[in-house]
Every structure is written in C-alpha cells, then in structure tokens.
C-alpha cells in the first residue's frame, strides 16, 4: 500500500515539470518565430572561431614564394586560379617606377601592411575581367602616381606571369566604386590614396592597364583532351 | 470525490506557481541585469575597458599609412583611464536619458599641435586646405574614440529602436515585480490551505528548477553562446561574457530550486513514512 502511494508521489514532480515545460514550450513557439531569424544572424558561426586578439578573427595570411624568373614553356591559353583569401598569391612589378611588391587576395589593414590587395570581388590576375589592386601609398604604392601611359606592369603569380600596359590614368573619390567593378574588359585597375602629407584623403589615384601577354605556365584543359 | 478534487486544485495551484516562480525569477534578473552598475561589472569582468582602449589604439594604427598621424599622437591624446571613463559615462548617460560628456579637448590640442609643428617643419602653408585637414583629422579621432567606447553598441540600439523596446520591457518587469513575488505568496497559502504543503510546494520548486537549469545547461553544454557571430574582440568577449554570466544565473538559481525542491519533497515523504509507521 506505502509503494502504491509512493510511486505518484515520485512521479507528480517529473509531470509537474513536463505539463508547465509542455505549456511554457506551446506559448513561446510564436515569439521564437519572431526572433529567430535574428538568433540564427547572430548566432550562425559553427566554426565557433574565438577571437584571440584584436584584427580579423580566422584571417589565415599565407605567405608564398612566387617565382617571378619561371624560364619553362608557357602558353597564351590557361585558367586563373582564384587563392584563398589572405594568401599571397601573386607579385606585381613595373619597372618604369620601381613598384615591386607582394599581392595578397583579400582586403583590409592586415594585408593592406604586407603588400598590395586584390579585392575579392574582382578577378585574379590574367582572368576574365577587370584585376583591381590597391596598396598603401606611403609604402607599396609610394610611386604609383608617377606611372606614365605606356608603361609595363607585370604580375607573376604561380599559374601564370601577366602583362598589361598603362592605358589611362585615373583619379576618383573613395565612394565611387565605377573602376573597381569586375566589368567584362580584361584590365588591370591600380590605386592608391592620394599622397597628403597629412591627414587621410577621400581622392584615390591609379591606372587602368590594358592586358597585353597572358602567359599561363600549365597546358589548358582543351589542348590536353585533344591530344589525348 | 472530494480527494480527487482536492488534487486537481493542488496541480493547478502547483502549476500556476511554477509559472509564477519563473516569472519573478525573470523580473528580478531582469531587474538586476538591465542597470547601469551590472552592464559596468561585465565590462570590468571580461577586460573591456582594456580591449576597447586597445582596438583603438589599432585603429589608429592601422590609420597611420592614410593619416601619417603616429600612433603616440593619439596615445597622449587617450589613455587607458580616458576609455574607462568614456565607457562608463557612455552607459551611464544611455540608462539617464541624457547625451554623454565626455572630455576630447586633450586630442584636438594634441593633434592641433602635432600639425603645426609638421606645418613648420615641412614649410607648409596654414591656408584653408590645412584647417581643413586639421579638422578633419581631429573630428575622425574623436569619432573613432567616442565610437570605440560605445561598446555596448548602445547609439546603434538606440537608432535601431531596440533599446526603447527593452527599456519598456524592463520598465514593465520592474512595474510588476512585487505584483510577481505577491502572487507566489498567495498560492503558497493557497497550498497550504490545501494541506501537504510541504510536498506540493517542493514539487513546484522542483519542475521551476527542472525549467530553468535544462535549457541553460543545453546552452552552455553545446556551446551556443560561442557560436555569436560578430567577430570583433572587444565586442565579442563582452556580449559572450555576458550571456555566459547571465546563463550561469539562470542555471544556479535553478539547481538551487531543484535542489531545494528535492530535500523538500524527501522530507516530506520522510515524515509521512515516520507518521505511518508510528500509527
């Protein structure tokens, strides 16, 4: 008789608890519809990366020796290879002013300390459409407004070496995007801030390059299936 | 008939007080939480008077390839002291309804200074292009200061319409707190009136327990907290910190209440089996 009495006893709380969680469930589905989509933004990383220090969490910068003196066979026909963001994966040279310096794939003040910057939303160097780089202009790009029309840019990168031609000189504020759209023009756009001795400035300075040896180290697909 | 009418009472009675247990719980964390002094303790806790003053400093690092401003500049401008006022006189305005002061002459004479003597170093003309520069420079590090010491992000939820939803929220919680803690009192005599009190009142303790610490425990088990997406440091460690801190809250004010709950319902059947056995 104890044990018939102690049974519901022991089971009234868990029934409590399940009727007022089963009740509490019910009347909060309406107002989680509601947030949800701003729980889901705001708590969306899986990777659950955790900032370790200040600067962009999970930016992996890869540094990569490119060979700028590759001597083997090229061929005017290949596919860009489009990097990982952060790395390294190209050097830009134009003799006419002394630029030399490393291209990262990405974008920010990270980057934007170690060498030149191809945005994302462009293309990589020697692809379909327009390569937009920008570099600081009291380091990389200290020269860039002296380049000339006519003047050689080249890019190396691991897949191919690149040469364009200064086709236009160009000035804009920092608000128009117009040059730095990837467009359907094979073209190289480069820019800078303008030079101030003090202060930040809202002008950008560059060059539009006009694309004039594609050289890709490694055969295209096409050939190799047609030889084989 | 009478028994079992007597139980449904006691169930319904059991469960209202679960709701309203939860429901005080809630408005006096809510009150508690939503103050001027706990939002500082979090930012003292999680190191945020450090990071911000840090990620300005970054920030004006990282500024100097467009400004040419160097970085000490702006050190002798703000210090780690400066940030710290700054952050709190941003909540305390924000929670007193009034437009922050907080003092920025130091880097307009800093910066002022700065400029003229490049000015005279450099041989350059103080013409209109100068002054423009001049106040360009100053109004940027004073945004950018006054930007990193929001680091509640609170002028965004004010313009979002955000924190005026919250505020009412905790205006209500607040209102009807008391209203909450009088409703509890009022079924635990309802309970007792009922008899085996002892027993019924555990059990809502109980189930409010159970309530409470599962979801918090599920929350912090998985990790969810971590999974906030907004990457930057400053911001990250204090909105994680706090929603970390707040969960640990809930999850020990309802182990407590689970445990409390259980010894209440074991010593009640403790004493009922004692009664029987001495009948």
């Known amino acids: 008789m104890a044990k018939n009495k102690l049974l519901p006893q022991l089971i009234m709380p868990f029934l409590i608890t399940a009727l007022c969680g089963g009740t509490l469930f019910l009347l909060s589905i309406r107002p989680y519809e509601k947030v949800r989509t701003y729980l889901k933004v705001g708590f969306m990383d899986n990777n659950s990366v955790v900032p370790q220090s200040e600067g962009i969490a999970g930016l992996n910068i890869v540094q990569t020796d490119i060979d700028t003196e590759y001597s083997g066979k090229t061929y005017s026909k290949g596919e860009a290879v489009y990097p990982e963001y952060g790395t390294q994966y190209a050097v830009i040279e134009c003799e006419a002013v002394d630029i030399y310096a490393p291209v990262y794939w990405g974008n920010g003040a990270e980057l934007l300390e170690l060498g030149g910057c191809n945005t994302p939303s462009s293309a990589p160097a020697g692809g379909e459409g327009n390569t937009v780089i920008s570099a600081h202009v009291n380091t990389f790009f200290a020269d860039l407004n002296k380049v000339k029309k006519g003047d050689e840019v080249k890019i190396y990168t691991d897949y191919g070496r690149f040469t364009y031609k200064v086709t236009e000189l160009i000035e804009f504020e920092s608000t128009d995007k117009t040059y730095l759209r990837k467009g359907d023009k094979d073209i190289l756009t480069l820019y800078t801030c303008e030079d101030n001795l003090l202060a930040s400035s809202t002008k950008r300075i560059g060059c539009i390059c006009e694309l004039k040896k594609r050289e890709f180290y490694n055969e295209p697909k096409e050939e190799k299936a047609d030889e084989e | ?279």
């Open chain 2, 1 to 279: 008939m009478k028994n079992k009418l007597t139980l449904v009472l006691r169930i319904i009675v059991c469960m209202l007080m679960v709701f309203s247990i939860i429901g005080t719980c809630g408005v006096i964390i809510a009150d508690r939480v939503y103050t001027s002094e706990y939002l500082r303790s979090q930012v003292g806790r999680t190191d945020t008077y450090e990071n911000a003053y840090n990620s300005l400093m970054k920030c004006f690092s990282d500024n100097y390839s467009i400004s040419n401003i160097p970085i000490e500049v702006y050190e002798s401008s703000f210090t780690s002291d400066w940030m710290k006022s700054a952050v709190d006189e941003k909540i305390n305005s924000f929670f007193e309804k009034r437009e922050a002061e907080i003092d920025c002459s130091e880097t307009e004479k800093n910066i002022t200074e700065y400029f003229e003597s490049y000015a005279h170093e450099a041989h350059v003309i103080k013409d209109e292009t100068y002054e423009k520069k001049l106040d360009e420079a100053i109004t940027y590090a004073q945004k950018t200061a006054l930007e990193q010491a929001d680091v509640y992000s609170l002028a965004v939820m004010e313009r979002a319409g955000i924190s005026a939803k919250v505020s009412a929220c905790a205006a209500l919680a607040r209102k009807y707190m008391w209203v909450c803690i009088a409703t509890v009192a009022v079924l635990v005599v309802l309970l007792i009136l009922l008899k085996r009190s002892l027993y019924w009142i555990g059990t809502a303790l109980f189930a409010s327990g159970m309530i409470m610490a599962i979801p918090t425990v599920i929350v912090k088990a998985e990790g969810l907290i971590n999974k906030f997406s907004l990457k930057d440091y400053t911001t990250y460690t204090l909105v994680t910190g706090t929603m970390d801190s707040l969960a640990t809250v809930v999850m020990m004010t309802g182990i407590i209440m689970l445990a409390v709950g259980v010894v209440m319902i074991a010593t009640h059947l403790i004493i009922q089996n004692k009664s029987k056995s001495a009948a």
